[in-house]
């Protein structure tokens, strides 16, 4: 038998219609911010990744699907979706046109990671990314709009945020830090050695204990920004606080993707196990032009989608729809008619196939419909249709119409 590759799972109930509820929600949660559907291609040139992700990052450096194509380009599976949707702001001259352009996407990406809970190889994100707004305000617009969706779905997070810095306060951070790692390099594990010759931050975010240890004495991000970047820091601190948006300050979070200055933040959850980060993003001021784009600030986000659909339960409140069975073989025709006509303003399920009212009503409850719809030979002679409302569990009549 021929199996799915490892990492990379079918879509399957109960998951599939939630996956597109939560779709549909996010969507309609970002085009109220006004944001704009935009896609992009699976597949980009390896270069495209190299140049924004960054080499040193465990992203590019390990995880990406990449091969030649038949024309010999080097290219790869998307493993996130910024760069691609920044590639398509430049190329289709977005930059140049100035003004502020705010887009949301769905879709799959691809990461050769060790497969475990929370950690596939294929998964989805939901994103949004927001070019040319330099304030911070628009950091913390893009933040309660992550919460609304969150919300929407009750989920319950935690958000962490940092500092990253700018051009001007991190390259002197960065000597300070390095200089810090060498005095105590024979403390800290091998993937250290190499990032500090790499990328020297991303050690302040190992997961390895020996290394968090050594690190308490380390210089700190937020003591070494400078005044601009330390008062939108505190800036966005303020929004947060009149928006009632709890959050934690994260001294040691620097995400695993280069591009990203000043804001840095994710919402994680305990309930998933180990892989707790549920969306992440920040802001990346100086990506576009990386990319040899004209100079344009930007802050986005994305939500690992598989990771947030374990976190939704079936809930009473989301029933919907009808279900609609025959409880005789006669009635299987009307059930039919009945059904067609409800579907004109309704959502419906059918069973073709005449059953007992029990086993009716246990498929109504399995495919999480509001009503039980189901016509017998006394329904028949009546012409009317028997309803249960799965949700206030009352039961009545309606004329056939
Ligand atoms: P990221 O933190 O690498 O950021 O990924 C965002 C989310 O994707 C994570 O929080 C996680 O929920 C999910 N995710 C990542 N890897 C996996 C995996 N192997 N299996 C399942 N879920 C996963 C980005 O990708 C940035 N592009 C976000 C961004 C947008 N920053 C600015 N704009």
Not at 89 to 106: C, S, V
Not at 320 to 327: E, H, Q
Request: charged residues 30%; neutral net charge.
């Amino acid at each position: 038998m021929i199996r799915s590759l490892r990492g990379m799972n079918d879509m399957l109930p109960p998951q599939n219609m939630v996956f597109v509820k939560f779709i549909e929600q996010a969507s309609s949660i970002a085009i109220k911010y006004d944001f704009e559907f935009v896609s992009s291609p699976i597949l980009e040139e390896t270069s495209l990744f190299k140049r924004s992700v960054g080499d040193s990052s465990d992203i590019v450096g390990k995880e990406m699907y990449r091969f030649f194509d038949k024309g010999e380009n080097d290219v790869c599976l998307r493993p996130e979706g910024t760069a691609g949707i920044v590639r398509a702001f430049i190329q289709n001259k977005l930059d140049k046109k100035g003004g502020i352009h705010r887009f949301f996407y769905h879709g799959a990406m691809f990461r050769y990671e060790r497969p475990q809970k929370g950690r596939l190889r294929q998964f989805h994100q939901f994103g949004c990314e927001s070019f040319g707004e330099q304030s911070v305000y628009e950091d913390a617009n893009i933040i309660l709009m992550l919460k609304e969706i969150l919300n929407s779905f009750n989920i319950k997070t935690t958000l962490k945020i940092n500092s990253l810095g700018c051009s001007e306060c991190m390259p002197p951070y960065k000597k300070r830090l390095v200089s810090f790692l060498e005095i105590n390099k024979d403390k800290l594990c091998e993937d250290c050695h190499r990032r500090i010759g790499t990328n020297p931050i991303r050690v302040l975010d190992c997961k390895n204990e020996n290394c968090q240890n050594s690190l308490i004495n380390a210089p700190k991000l937020l003591d070494n920004l400078c005044n601009s970047c330390k008062n939108d820091f505190n800036e966005l601190h303020n929004i947060l606080k009149t928006h009632n948006v709890e959050f934690e300050i994260d001294n040691h979070l620097v995400r695993g993707l280069d591009y990203y200055t000043k804001t840095a933040f994710e919402f994680v959850s305990h309930d998933i196990g180990a892989q707790s980060s549920i969306a992440g993003g920040g802001r990346y001021d100086t990506l576009v032009e990386m990319l040899d784009g004209k100079s344009t600030p930007a802050v986005g986000f994305a939500i690992g989608v598989e990771r947030l659909l374990e976190l939704i339960e079936k809930k009473d409140e989301d029933r919907d729809g009808y279900y609609f069975g025959a409880l005789d073989e006669n009635c299987v025709n009307r059930v039919f008619e009945q059904c067609i006509k409800k579907r004109k303003t309704a959502k419906c399920y059918i069973e073709y196939k005449p059953k007992a009212l029990k086993k009716h009503l246990n498929s109504a409850d399995k495919l999480n419909a509001r009503y039980c719809a189901v016509i017998g030979n006394d329904e028949l002679n009546q012409k009317k249709i028997w309803i249960k409302d799965m949700k206030e569990k009352n039961e009545f009549f309606e004329n056939f119409s």
